[in-house]
């Protein structure tokens, strides 16, 4: 749970820490929609709980706030945690998302992995529950491979990248 009641006690960083933990993460930040604005991207360990499903609960809007990606999950980055020796073909973590937005990502500064304006993803299992994209923006020449790393459409089709 994150939050003790009101939307400022939903901070960045402890989103950033409740989706490195892992496990079932919901908001509580009252009953009037409200957003959390990120500096740097919440990142999925592969050696946390190996089950994250993030809840907004339809009334959270996660942003990048024009300058960072939001969510960042690779079996294969060793910065995450390597717990097989395929990292590429590991069944977990999976990560669902769901009943959330996700507005103004950007990834066009990442020197690696830059594709995927909202979440990254490589390996593991990922699943899109009911969450709307806007304002998204990865990198040009990312633009062809993006799908495989959640969208290559414009935003205005529920895609976390434009064009």
């Not at 993803?121 to 806007?134: E, L, S, Y």
Request: overall charge positive.
């Amino acid at each position: 749970m994150i939050g003790t009641g009101t939307p400022e006690s939903c901070t960045p960083d402890a989103f950033i820490k409740a989706v490195a933990n892992g496990g079932k993460i919901v908001f509580n930040g009252g009953t009037q929609p409200f957003t959390i604005t990120l500096t740097r991207p919440a990142k999925v360990f592969n050696d946390s709980n190996p089950n994250i499903v993030i809840d907004g609960g339809g009334i959270v809007t996660l942003s990048g706030g024009t300058t960072t990606r939001i969510l960042y999950m690779n079996t294969c980055d060793p910065n995450q945690h390597w717990t097989s020796t395929r990292c590429d073909n590991q069944d977990s973590p999976h990560l669902t998302v769901q009943n959330l937005t996700f507005i103004n990502a950007n990834s066009t500064n990442e020197a690696q992995y830059d594709g995927g304006g909202a979440i990254w993803v490589r390996g593991g299992r990922f699943k899109v529950v009911n969450c709307r994209f806007f304002n998204n923006v990865c990198a040009a020449w990312a633009r062809t491979w993006a799908a495989a790393r959640y969208g290559s459409f414009p935003s205005t089709t529920t895609s976390p990248c434009t064009w």
